[in-house]
């Protein structure tokens, strides 16, 4: 029996993931455990969570920009 190797994400996917801003075709190619996985993590727990927090400011402005089509067109 052959195990098939896990695949690695770069953070930008997982961020992506995480913001609801990756696109379809990618989220098609992700298996459903690894979604199940992300959607389930307990994200207070990882490393570098108080940083995000303090930080969210940024990530909310980003989630904006990706998903309003006239800011893309002005970035």
Not at 3 to 24: D, G, N, Q
Not at 63 to 74: D, F, G, P, Q, Y
Request: net charge positive.
């Amino acid at each position: 029996m052959r195990i098939k190797a896990k695949r690695s994400y770069h953070p930008f996917i997982m961020v992506a993931f995480y913001l609801k801003i990756l696109p379809e075709d990618l989220l098609l190619i992700i298996p459903r455990t690894t979604q199940y996985e992300w959607k389930h993590k307990p994200v207070s727990e990882l490393f570098g969570y108080s940083w995000y927090c303090q930080n969210q400011h940024m990530f909310d402005t980003l989630e904006k920009v990706a998903t309003s089509r006239n800011l893309m067109k002005i970035n």
